[in-house]
């Protein structure tokens, strides 16, 4: 069963997500089949590329919170205005994916062939997966909930969000991607709509 993301925002509700989420994609990608793991429709992400995507787009996120705080403040500036809600979040990323936005340079996953030990590529992917997912929510615990909305990270597609926003776009973006590969598997569940 999903668990509901509704509206997060306190950081004790984001920790609490994020420890949700972080399961349910290691127990979505464990249970692929091997023989499906690798293989995507034509222009699209094997399930493979997809988890090692989003290990990408997780790190530098666990990464850039690591750094002294006044390094942010240099690099990205300070926000002017309250953090937006979660659904805000959501629904600009929603427009930026139909306006043609997608993944690129770094984020790009790039697994040419089938390796030739699959399962344990497979436990590999899956173990850099749970480190980065538990570095994100290991750093997260540092944080005053209230010092989220002071700092900025550049998003690719998104522009300049505050840590908060950026911690709601990357429990969307972990979900929207185990959606995307349940979908592509044929299986029925999907993101459950959220509340407020």
Request: hydrophobic share 40%; charged share 20%.
């Given at each position: 069963m999903m668990i509901e993301l509704k509206d997060p925002f306190t950081k004790a509700e984001?920790?609490?997500?994020f420890a949700a989420v972080h399961q349910e994609v290691a127990?979505?990608?464990s249970s692929i089949a091997l023989e499906n793991f690798f293989?995507?429709?034509?222009g699209k992400w094997s399930p493979a590329e997809n988890l090692l995507h989003?290990?990408?787009?997780?790190?530098?996120?666990?990464m850039a919170m690591k750094k002294p705080r006044l390094l942010l403040t240099i690099l990205f500036g300070k926000p002017q205005t309250a953090s937006r809600r979660f659904e805000q979040i959501k629904e600009t990323y929603q427009r930026a994916l139909a306006n043609g936005g997608k993944a690129s340079g770094r984020f790009i996953p790039s697994?040419?062939?089938?390796?030739?030990h699959p399962d344990q590529y497979r436990n590999s992917l899956v173990q850099k997966w749970n480190v980065t997912g538990e570095s994100l929510?290991?750093?997260?615990q540092s944080w005053q909930d209230k010092s989220l909305d002071k700092y900025f990270l550049p998003h690719p597609l998104l522009g300049k969000l505050t840590i908060r926003e950026m911690l709601f776009f990357t429990l969307y973006h972990n979900r929207h991607h185990v959606n995307n590969v349940r979908k592509l598997l044929g299986q029925s569940i999907v993101i459950p709509q959220t509340g407020g």
């Amino acid at each position: 069963m999903m668990i509901e993301l509704k509206d997060p925002f306190t950081k004790a509700e984001l920790l609490e997500l994020f420890a949700a989420v972080h399961q349910e994609v290691a127990a979505c990608f464990s249970s692929i089949a091997l023989e499906n793991f690798f293989n995507g429709p034509a222009g699209k992400w094997s399930p493979a590329e997809n988890l090692l995507h989003l290990i990408k787009s997780v790190k530098p996120v666990a990464m850039a919170m690591k750094k002294p705080r006044l390094l942010l403040t240099i690099l990205f500036g300070k926000p002017q205005t309250a953090s937006r809600r979660f659904e805000q979040i959501k629904e600009t990323y929603q427009r930026a994916l139909a306006n043609g936005g997608k993944a690129s340079g770094r984020f790009i996953p790039s697994i040419q062939e089938v390796p030739s030990h699959p399962d344990q590529y497979r436990n590999s992917l899956v173990q850099k997966w749970n480190v980065t997912g538990e570095s994100l929510i290991a750093i997260l615990q540092s944080w005053q909930d209230k010092s989220l909305d002071k700092y900025f990270l550049p998003h690719p597609l998104l522009g300049k969000l505050t840590i908060r926003e950026m911690l709601f776009f990357t429990l969307y973006h972990n979900r929207h991607h185990v959606n995307n590969v349940r979908k592509l598997l044929g299986q029925s569940i999907v993101i459950p709509q959220t509340g407020g």
